[in-house]
């Protein structure tokens, strides 16, 4: 949608988008204008999220003198009918956006016959180039049983509450479902192949949002690989992992990772290279193997813009600033002195030792996005740690914490980091952003980090540098996915000049 609006508006393109009809649940030939950000991914999830987050309101309330004469009820299917209506409302937002700003739209699939045709319910669009950016879909491994799961698109649309529901995967995503489906009051288990959940995330964070997530009563089972899912008469489900069987599951939803959507698309037949997980292999330039056709995002699997975070959350900051002070504290907020709750809070606050200058932030709590945003800001203009020390806190509340936090808990200093180097490099690599803000938003704690590192859309601004003269069309050719690529992407490889292009773009676009 971006690159299309950009071409036509701002250069003066012909434009279209080519888009499958709108589906609350994607798949071959469903899918919808707005992408995976407004249609499956972070507008439906923040909804139920919302709705996930009075249970613990109407909790919290009582220790202020709140008394209910019956529990309060949640209606499901109120929910996912105003959810889907609001859905429905931003695709038509969506759409005039797109006609507003002269692009026509094509309802349809597109695959590639050929370097320079698109092929659109079998009516041919030709270009001189072809930008491919679909993005990734769930991927769910090939066990016993695999067809009675669910992964987090259908998650989002389900008929019924899940009564009891085994949620595999310890990323953010597997977590943030866990969080909502607790909050609405299902029985939630999660099961995760290591120790600890949010492998490649700060130490300290994972512990934190572990703790937390129990106190609100999710049960963990770590170290558990499942094996098999099976049903019973009932319609029970039963998954089996290498430590045994739970059964008893109204749902089982998997949240292990994506592939990239490139299936289908007819780029093999065409000679576009793709590597051993079906990512498109690209040049520096995002050039594909053929001269004109181009990729951008997650199908490229490089750098996927999800939230992705350091081990160790000084080590980073360590190899471009040396020496550095780390800042932290674990609160009980004061709303939760009454209520009688065990919620905390976590912040963290990483200063470059030698130039006092506030290089990360880290935070785990409520309303961390909300507040996280304003201290974005300061760490992307490079304020100082004296700055904060200088800023009066608005007391009583929360963020005043990160204006009061006056001695370091430690200092992490080079020559001691050089002898115990960084566990992961291939993390640290792929953390090259100016400034990287990302958030783990679930309905239980909200975990944000802003770390201060290098560009990492270099590559992708490149292509934004490359000039094809001579406009005639640009075809915007979507399929569905889950969870594609990054706004920021599109944005970047979208502004091209006097342009000739055909852009295959993901109909389930954005998870941010």
């Not at 092929?119 to 990734?136: E, F, P």
């Not at 709303?335 to 200063?351: F, N």
Request: glycine share 8%.
């Amino acid at each position: 949608m971006r690159a299309s609006r950009v071409a036509a508006s701002l250069y003066g393109a012909r434009a279209a988008v080519c888009e499958m009809p709108f589906a609350t649940v994607a798949s071959d030939s469903l899918g919808g204008v707005g992408g995976t950000c407004v249609l499956r991914g972070c507008v439906p999830k923040k909804l139920l999220v919302y709705a996930s987050k009075y249970s613990h309101e109407f909790e919290e309330s009582r220790g202020f003198g709140w008394t209910y004469d019956t529990d309060p009820k949640h209606d499901w299917s109120t929910l996912m009918t105003n959810k889907n209506l609001e859905l429905k409302r931003l695709v038509r937002v969506q759409t005039n956006m797109l006609k507003n700003s002269g692009v026509t739209i094509i309802e349809g699939r597109g695959k590639v016959v050929d370097p320079h045709t698109v092929s659109v319910d079998g009516k041919l669009y030709t270009a001189k180039n072809i930008l491919i950016a679909v993005g990734g879909r769930p991927s769910m491994p090939d066990i016993p049983g695999i067809e009675h799961v669910i992964d987090s698109d259908a998650a989002l649309d389900l008929t019924s509450r899940p009564e009891k529901i085994a949620v595999v995967g310890g990323g953010y995503i597997a977590l943030e479902f866990a969080g909502i489906f607790n909050g609405l009051k299902s029985g939630v288990h999660v099961f995760i192949r290591q120790k600890k959940v949010l492998r490649g995330f700060y130490e300290e964070v994972r512990d934190f949002v572990a703790d937390q997530m129990s106190l609100r009563g999710i049960t963990f089972h770590t170290e558990e690989t499942p094996q098999a899912v099976t049903k019973s008469d009932d319609g029970l489900l039963t998954l089996k992992t290498n430590k045994g069987s739970i059964n008893g599951f109204s749902h089982v939803m998997f949240a292990t990772g994506r592939k990239p959507n490139t299936k289908n698309l007819g780029l093999e037949e065409v000679g576009v290279k793709m590597d051993k997980h079906g990512a498109i292999v690209v040049d520096e330039f995002s050039r594909t193997s053929v001269d004109s056709i181009w990729a951008v995002g997650d199908v490229t699997n490089r750098v996927n813009l999800t939230p992705v975070a350091l081990m160790e959350g000084g080590a980073l900051a360590i190899e471009k600033y040396g020496d550095v002070d780390i800042y932290t504290s674990n609160f009980r907020p004061l709303r939760a002195t009454l209520s009688g709750l065990p919620d905390r809070v976590y912040m963290k606050v990483i200063v470059c030792a030698n130039t006092d200058k506030v290089i990360g932030v880290h935070m785990c709590g409520e309303d961390a996005p909300e507040i996280i945003q304003g201290i974005a800001i300061a760490v992307k203009a490079g304020l100082r740690k004296q700055n904060f020390d200088a800023t009066v806190g608005v007391h009583p509340i929360t963020a005043e914490e990160l204006v009061t936090m006056r001695n370091p808990t430690r200092k992490v200093r080079r020559d001691a980091a050089d002898k115990a180097k960084m566990k992961d490099e291939a993390t640290s690599q792929k953390l090259e952003a100016s400034a990287f803000t990302y958030a783990l938003v679930s309905s239980f704690i909200f975990v944000v980090i802003v770390a201060g590192v290098k560009v990492m859309c270099r590559k992708i601004r490149a292509f934004r540098s490359h000039q094809i003269s001579q406009a005639t069309r640009i075809i915007i050719v979507c399929k569905g996915g889950l969870f594609g690529d990054s706004t920021t992407r599109v944005h970047h490889c979208s502004v091209v000049s006097q342009s000739s292009h055909i852009f295959i773009y993901n109909s389930v676009l954005v998870h941010h």
